[in-house]
């Protein structure tokens, strides 16, 4: 995995558009879904969601990403559906339990809505390089800094592991043990810790420095390399 | 009338936080425009800190006790204001790895990442970040991680991030430290390629004799003091260079052993020059 994240290369519509734009999107069409809590906004914007992944061509993409909360949402039917406070008609019992209308309806709007921001984020996580998306948040007012934090994570938490995997092999071909008793595993954790935050931290340093020899300081207004056309002024 | 020399250090000393060693004492030395000076010592003599010091890393970014100047084009370095500094000179560190910012995905990205902070019309980076990829023989690679590059290529891709600033001063602390052979013939001609352009070059180096094919002079520190500064051949034919133990280039070490100097009296530092003095003396001894 090169960078932390779920973007998906294609050449659409829907990747074309700016990143606010489908923030926005995301965040709107879940908040609401908390305002108007029925099951015809939940329906509407999930249809509307899952149409833009198509045209995004990420349907699949998306399928998987709803087939992990697939399992929640059998637990929210089964709660709800028997132990909703509001219940009082009884639909039908399964294997002597009881599930009522008022859960089920209210398990379908959890439901709809946990489907609807997943989808609805999909949309942004799947189309939308996260250096992107930072941009252009730095570009309507977040902090550079903090730009480049969130950045810095997305590319670099993925070579600190591999430098993890190394750690361990060159631990292990001197003879540390990585399996084992409890004492054994926490030994070869403190072994593994110490270089890599230590080297971590050098390079943290290093890393500051190409920053500041980058500019990165500069009270300049910045120019951003890419433009999306609702960006434009 | 200001100053001519490109860079020019006065009485430098400083010392890092918490620390009651000085890294640097008494460091004087000019350095002109266009020339390419060598800074040569073991570890810890100071080198490091000498390279932060000339882009002004030291004291900016690295508090402790400072005194002493370091003028670029006669204009301290602390009063350079930080944007006209970043253009007037760059810095290339040892590490390529950590070299890479992180805040871009992709080559292009993260040459393009320091005009970007610069404010530069968006044409114009894209001039110069093509421009300085084809020169640096990159752009194939324009489209790739920056992780996934070979040592040497993030090397050059440090460089290349560092010269598409158009700096008038590049300082490089042991670039090649690093790289493989190949590899490090390939930064040495980029630096070669850069010494033609006309800017100035300091670069700390320890394969001696790559450096003194490229170097017009050479510093040499020792535990934070300025000990010589001088032409190559000049220093590594010191009396006192074997007890500081920083080694010499290989021909030097021959030519010493044979007692074999040019005709300016002092022992060959480069490869060509020490060929012809054995080939003589091997004819002489013929004869």
């Not at chain 1, 890599?196 to 500041?212: D, I």
């Not at chain 2, 000049?234 to 100097?261: A, Q, R, W």
Request: charged residues 25%; aromatic residues 10%.
């Amino acid at each position: 995995m090169r960078v932390l994240g779920l973007y998906v290369e294609r050449d659409t519509p829907v990747h074309k558009l700016a990143p606010f734009t489908k923030l926005m999107y995301a965040v709107t069409s879940t908040v609401v879904t908390f305002l108007f809590p029925s099951i015809t906004v939940g329906i509407l914007f999930l249809v509307l969601s899952v149409f833009l992944n198509t045209i995004a061509r990420v349907l699949k993409h998306l399928i998987a990403l709803l087939m992990v909360v697939s399992v929640l949402s059998i637990s929210i039917f089964l709660i709800q559906g028997m132990f909703y406070v509001g219940n009082y008609t009884p639909l039908f019992s399964l294997l002597r339990l009881t599930f009522y209308k008022e859960g089920l309806l209210r398990a379908v709007v959890l439901v709809l809505r946990l489907f609807n921001m997943i989808s609805a984020f999909g949309i942004l996580m799947l189309t939308t390089r996260p250096s992107d998306l930072i941009d252009d948040l730095v570009r309507r007012g977040l902090s550079p800094n903090v730009g480049y934090v969130i950045a810095s994570v997305l590319q670099i938490v993925p070579q600190m592991l591999s430098t993890a995997t190394r750690i361990i092999d060159a631990q292990r071909s001197r003879g540390l043990e990585m399996n084992g008793s409890f004492h054994k595993r926490f030994k070869a954790f403190l072994a593994l810790i110490g270089p890599l935050v230590l080297g971590s931290l050098l390079e943290a340093r290093e890393r500051a420095l190409a920053l500041e020899i980058r500019g990165f300081e500069a009270r300049t207004k910045r120019t951003f390399l890419k433009d999306f056309s609702e960006s434009k002024r | 009338m200001g100053s001519t020399e490109k860079i020019k250090i006065e009485s430098l000393t400083y010392a890092y936080p918490f620390s009651d060693k000085n890294a640097l004492e008494n460091i004087s030395f000019s350095i002109m425009p266009g020339e390419c000076v060598g800074i040569i010592g073991r570890n810890g003599a100071g080198k490091s800190t000498l390279c932060l010091a000339l882009t002004g890393l030291v004291p900016k970014f690295f508090k402790g006790r400072y005194s002493g100047k370091v003028l670029l084009d006669g204009e301290d370095v602390r009063q350079i204001s930080y944007e006209k500094l970043v253009t007037k000179i760059g810095l290339v560190l040892q590490n390529p790895f950590s070299q890479i910012t992180g805040a871009r995905i992709t080559v292009y990205e993260e040459v393009a990442f320091g005009l970007e902070n610069l404010g530069i019309p968006r044409d114009e980076i894209k001039q110069r970040v093509e421009a300085v990829l084809k020169a640096l023989d990159l752009w194939e690679k324009r489209d790739e991680n920056p992780f996934e590059l070979s040592g040497g290529q993030l090397q050059k891709l440090a460089i290349a991030s560092v010269l598409v600033l158009q700096p008038e001063v590049l300082v490089l602390d042991e670039p090649t430290s690093q790289l493989d052979p190949g590899e490090t013939k390939e930064v040495f001609e980029i630096i070669s390629q850069m010494k033609s352009q006309g800017i100035t070059i300091v670069l700390v180096e320890h394969k001696y004799e790559m450096l003194v094919e490229y170097v017009d002079k050479i510093i040499f520190l020792q535990e934070g003091k300025m000990i010589a500064f001088d032409e190559a051949e000049k220093i590594f034919s010191l009396p006192e260079i074997d007890e500081y133990m920083v080694g010499e280039p290989i021909y030097t070490k021959l030519c010493k052993k044979l007692n074999l100097k040019n005709s300016r009296g002092y022992y060959p530092v480069k490869f060509s020059e020490a060929v012809g003095i054995l080939r003589e003396a091997r004819c002489g001894s013929d004869r």
